[in-house]
């Protein structure tokens, strides 16, 4: 069994977050932590908080050709991972492949973010991303702490091209 940490989030892939912050910020009452844009990847995304504590990730593509957009073509809108927290990303890519499950997208930085995925053909269609904070780092746990407010990242401040 894996050293899971703890459930970090559920990532829900958007066309346009803006057009679903009346559910998931309004409605169910969702607080912004943080966000950012990944131009190298092509997508934004924006974490909300809810009790629990939980977080659901909105992830909207920035492109027209990247993996998010492909995703959305071919699935629509819907969940597209969730990601549990490891103490060993090694020792839990190991023991992922020797139970028969297919790890692909592994990055391993031992002194920064490392992560893996297991591909949805082998976890009966969901995405499961593995993922590790570097020790004695911590990601924004509440709202306020990080430093773009949702609305600058919406309209675009770290580059983004959509909004």
Same mark, same amino acid.
């Given at each position: ?6 459930? !970090? ?5 958007? &066309? ?5 912050? &009346?559910?998931?910020? !309004?409605?169910? @009452? ?6 950012? !844009? ?18 659901? %990730?909105?992830?909207?593509? $920035?492109?027209?050709? @990247? ?27 190991? %023991? ?5 499950? !297919?790890?692909?997208?592994?990055? $391993? ?20 991303? $593995? ?7 911590? %990601?924004? %746990? ?7 407010? $949702? ?13």
């Amino acid at each position: 069994m894996l050293n899971i940490g703890k459930l !970090d989030h559920v990532a829900v892939a958007v &066309p346009r977050i803006r057009d679903v912050l &009346p559910l998931y910020q !309004d409605l169910l @009452g969702g607080q912004y932590i943080y966000g950012g !844009d990944h131009l190298d990847q092509g997508y934004r995304w924006i974490q909300f908080l809810y009790p629990g504590p939980f977080k659901i %990730e909105l992830m909207e593509p $920035l492109s027209d050709d @990247g993996f998010l957009q492909r995703f959305l073509d071919t699935r629509g809108p819907g969940m597209h991972h969730v990601l549990f927290y490891v103490d060993d990303m090694e020792a839990s890519i190991a %023991e992922a492949e020797a139970a028969g499950y !297919d790890v692909v997208n592994a990055h $391993l930085d031992p002194t920064g973010w490392s992560e893996a995925f297991l591909h949805p053909k082998s976890t009966s269609g969901v995405l499961i991303e $593995l993922g590790k904070i570097p020790e004695g780092s911590k %990601e924004p %746990e509440v709202p306020g702490e990080f430093a773009h407010s $949702l609305e600058e990242l919406l309209d675009g401040v770290m580059g983004g091209r959509r909004n």
